[in-house]
């Protein structure tokens, strides 16, 4: 059996998105930015799919920006806002994805920003309280706080970070990558400034993502060279992909709840057959359910010989998964996010995370691989 647990870091493609993408690919070569008709017509397709995003997201289309990706996007909020509001100082989290926490660090190494890193406990929940105080000793800062750790499966209060936000007069950007098309975002009732979506988190193809700018905000682009995305991102726009991720999450609106009460059962169904079948299993996170991503599951096992082993003999046996988030594949300094909750380096973890199209099968199949392995340590 091969069994893909690592949809974090990647999903498969919806067979309708393919079908959408195909017919674009097939049918509307014509380059959005030219005045003829074969232009013409592929620049409508291009809008539609702002509007379908937009509309999902209760904003305005005026307001999304597509991208390459999530990282672009981050990216893109974070340099080009703290450089239009002549920002000072910065403020996230440790745990953060490195699109957003290397960025901030090469700004402070670069003497443009002073950074501070909120506190995390051990289940990794960020200090609102110690949030508050900073932006009380400095207003008009710039803060970026994900809504969902892409390791952990934590979910951050963004709203209330929002509120806490706009009572300082901060700048808040979240990378909400982990939870768009997972979970509901109305932004006519959220305090935020920027937001980023990866259409590959959510069943859409790799390659191309999105930024949302608060209408109030003027930032300049990141990338020159064309009058695309309305003057903000030059370059021919990836239409196809463009496509496929208006696809993907419309799609995901639409089976948002049958796919949350799914997937949470397979989550579930893992973490209590881990707990019956394997002792000294814990789990690294927030475990509360209400406060943990559907789709993600970090294990922390008690086979203390086997190191990065464990994943190797997992994918011999067919099992893809995760040693932490998929972007530090290949490294050997190990996960920034197990370090900053003090995870017990001798312990090897695992991301385990699901998509709709896991099964309860594929549980038992991974479940036993991991007692079998453990067994041998």
């Known amino acids: 059996m091969q069994v893909y647990f690592d949809n974090a870091a990647t ?79 910065a403020i996230t989290s440790p745990i ?88 509901p975002h109305n932004l006519a009732d959220l305090k935020v400034d920027f937001i980023t979506g990866a259409a590959h988190k959510f069943h859409g193809p790799k390659g191309v993502g999105f930024l949302y700018i608060n209408g109030r905000n003027k930032i300049k682009p990141l990338i020159y060279g064309g009058a695309q995305e309305r003057n903000m991102r030059g370059g021919t726009e990836n239409v196809y992909g463009i496509v496929g991720l208006s696809k993907a999450l419309e799609i995901a609106y639409a089976e948002m709840d049958q796919h949350q009460s799914y997937i949470q059962s397979i989550k579930d169904y893992m973490k209590s057959q881990l707990i019956t079948q394997i002792p000294g299993v814990e789990f690294n996170g ?34 893809s998964a995760s040693g932490g988030s998929a972007c530090s594949s290949g490294s050997d300094i190990g996960s920034h996010v197990l370090r900053a909750i003090k995870s017990n380096p001798d312990r090897p973890s695992v991301r385990f995370s699901f998509s709709k199209f896991n099964t309860i099968e594929e549980v038992d199949f991974v479940v036993a691989a991991l007692k079998e392995i453990c067994n041998h340590d």
């Open 11 to 89: 999903t498969a493609l919806d067979k309708n998105v393919i079908e959408a993408m195909v017919k674009t690919l097939t049918e509307n070569f014509g380059n959005p930015s030219s005045i003829h008709a074969h232009g013409r017509e592929t620049k409508t397709i291009i809008e539609q799919a702002r509007r379908t995003v937009a509309k999902l997201l209760n904003t305005s289309p005026s307001e999304i920006f597509f991208t390459s990706g999530g990282t672009e996007a981050d990216n893109m909020a974070i340099v080009r806002a703290i450089e239009a509001y002549q920002i000072t100082h």
């Open 286 to 319: 927030e475990q509360e359910t209400a406060k943990s991503l559907y789709t993600v599951l970090n294990v922390s096992l008690p086979c203390s010989n086997m190191g990065d082993m464990l994943l190797f003999n997992l994918d011999i046996k067919g099992i």
């Open 96 to 183: 953060e994805h490195h699109a957003v926490l290397h960025t901030l660090e090469e700004l402070e190494k670069a003497g443009k920003i002073h950074l501070d890193l909120l506190e995390v406990d051990a289940e990794g929940n960020i200090n609102l309280a110690q949030l508050e105080q900073l932006l009380a000793a400095n207003p008009r800062t710039f803060v970026s706080l994900m809504h969902a750790n892409n390791e952990l499966g934590n979910l951050a209060d963004i709203k209330r970070i929002g509120e806490i936000c706009e009572q300082y007069q901060a700048v808040f950007h979240s990378d909400t990558v982990q939870t768009m098309g997972h979970y």
